[in-house]
Nanobody
Framework: QLQLAESGGGLVQPGGSLRLSCRVS????????IGWFRQAPGKEREAVLC????????NYADSVKGRFTIRRDNAENTVSLEMDSLKPEDTAIYYC?????????????????WGQGTQVTVSS
């Protein structure tokens, strides 16, 4: 059974950096595109970045362009989200999710497995 587990969240000051990790178990990363989503209090879940199974990535959130980077390591079965120049509006629970497609989707409904989420708080 496919399982995902996020780690690396925490409290950081504005302008700081965090690196989130999503570890896949129960299957191999070779079969999945992996997306990172986030949900802020009182807001809907939104797609942030995604790593395509076939290669490359997609950025779905203009607000993180140039600040967030997604990296995939098939050998380690992990996908990381590197976040720089963090802003208070980046505060949210961050989730990774797997979809068995060559390409990512920005729609949460298409993903078959989700991690439990990790809290990121950006505050001074």
């Amino acid at each position: 059974q496919l399982q995902l587990a996020e780690s690396g969240g925490g409290l950081v000051q504005p302008g700081g950096s965090l690196r989130l990790s999503c570890r896949v178990s129960g299957s191999t990363l070779d079969y999945y595109s992996i997306g990172w989503f986030r949900q802020a209090p009182g807001k809907e879940r939104e797609a942030v970045l995604c790593s395509n199974l076939i290669g490359g990535s997609r950025n779905y959130a203009d607000s993180v362009k140039g600040r967030f980077t997604i990296r995939r390591d098939n050998a380690e079965n992990t996908v990381s989200l590197e976040m720089d120049s963090l802003k208070p509006e980046d505060t949210a629970i961050y989730y990774c999710a797997a979809i068995k497609e060559y390409y990512c989707s920005r729609y949460a409904e298409g993903y078959e497995a989700w991690g439990q989420g990790t809290q990121v708080t950006v505050s001074s």
